[in-house]
């Protein structure tokens, strides 16, 4: 399973861990079919990318804000199984158009007090679950962390 690559730059432009203002990532995988996914979602390619901007630039050093975008597919087996009314662990309902699905996220986290972090996250997915006839869908949601 391949792991993001990460860039993070400081005020400057230069790639560093200890000032960093910036992260930028890249990821991408594909499916051998050799196997079944059995994961988050069932996808057989992705790439997504993204950039993240770290607080200190407007004096919240434990704030984080960034978008990302990931476009995600199937196989054309996979896609034919659905279309023709299949059922996957997440997907199928008796017919498929396929498209890729294609989310952009936008997040923002704020430190609130101590370990407790707080924060709005908006998608906006077009074709979900790689269907044309569904979406494009908003998906607003809010995130709590918390470290003790």
Avoid at 14 to 33: E, I, M, N, P
Avoid at 70 to 86: C, K, R
Wanted: glycine share 12%; with cysteine; aromatic share 14%.
């Amino acid at each position: 399973m391949p792991g993001a690559s990460w860039v993070l730059l400081d005020s400057a432009g230069a790639a560093t861990c200890s000032a960093a203002l910036l992260a930028v990532f890249v990821d991408g995988s594909r499916q051998t079919r050799k196997t079944e996914s059995w994961s988050f979602t069932e996808i057989d390619q992705t790439f997504s990318a993204g950039i993240g901007i770290f607080g200190r630039m407007w004096k919240r050093n434990n704030d984080r804000a960034g978008i990302a975008f990931a476009s995600n597919g199937i196989s054309h087996d996979h896609a034919l199984y659905l279309a023709y009314g299949g059922l996957g662990f997440v997907l199928g309902d008796g017919g498929l158009k396929y498209g890729r699905e294609n989310p952009i996220e936008s997040y923002y986290t704020a430190h609130i007090w101590r370990g407790i972090y707080f924060g709005p996250d908006l998608q906006y997915i077009v074709n979900p679950g790689y269907d044309q006839l569904r979406g494009p869908v908003l998906v607003p949601s809010f995130r709590l962390h918390v470290e003790l």
